[in-house]
T-cell receptor, first 115, second 113 residues
């Protein structure tokens, strides 16, 4: 597609349920990033993939958060046993390649609400 | 630890005014600094990117400056329009962690018609 696509756009879940958020990066983009944006805050880095390899997961807040990109294209962010503090917008970004000169292109995000 | 601060947190100005948004960062070891725009319910749109060796960048009515030594950047918007209403985010790319971007909390801008 023309841009980064995220689905679903909105997700409501009860506390304790598992959720899965999907990101389709721009075709051909090697690098993929996940960010968490709480209400009124800037995005915070969660994890980064280079192709299928997860090179940095230092931002994942707990072991309930898991991300994968098995074929180096689509990525899924999974949150197990959701808590109310997981409520946020989850943004995905992709870039053509690694390196600071490569701009990151952002999707519109998935707004997650935990009841 | 790099911290990015944006002042003010919110701003309302009448249409047509010129305005300045401020961003400060604690560690000058950055690769570049970027200003983004975020509309409600949307992702981030890059407005201007300033490399650490540059002093400013301009695009249309927008001008961004960077003073790396003092850890400051400003985004100047000339002749503001209601369509400029959005949240503006400042972000720095770390010199030694080139894939990580640190964002400020943003300035919510409202242009009054």
């Amino acid at each position: 597609g023309a841009g980064v696509s995220q689905s679903p756009r909105y997700k409501v879940a009860k506390r304790g349920q598992d959720v899965a958020l999907r990101c389709d990066p721009i075709s051909g983009h090697v690098s993929l990033f996940w960010y968490q944006q709480a209400l009124g805050q800037g995005p915070e880095f969660l994890t980064y993939f280079q192709n299928e390899a997860q090179l940095d997961k230092s931002g994942l807040p707990s072991d309930r958060f898991f991300a994968e990109r098995p074929e180096g294209s689509v990525s899924t962010l999974k949150i197990q046993r959701t808590q109310q503090e997981d409520s946020a917008v989850y943004l995905c970004a992709s870039s053509l390649d690694r390196g600071p000169r490569q701009p990151q292109h952002f999707g519109d995000g998935t707004r997650l609400s935990i009841l | 630890k790099q911290e990015v601060t944006q002042i003010p947190a919110a701003l309302s100005v009448p249409e047509g005014e010129n305005l300045v948004l401020n961003c400060s960062f604690t560690d000058s070891a950055i690769y570049n600094l970027q200003w983004f725009r975020q509309d409600p319910g949307k992702g981030l749109t890059s407005l201007l990117l300033i490399q650490s060796s540059q002093r400013e960048q301009t695009s249309g009515r927008l001008n961004a400056s960077l003073d790396k030594s003092s850890g400051r950047s400003t985004l100047y918007i000339a002749a503001s329009q209601p369509g400029d209403s959005a949240t503006y985010l400042c972000a720095v790319r770390l010199l030694n962690r080139d894939d990580k971007i640190i964002f400020g909390k943003g300035t919510r801008l409202h242009i009054l018609p």
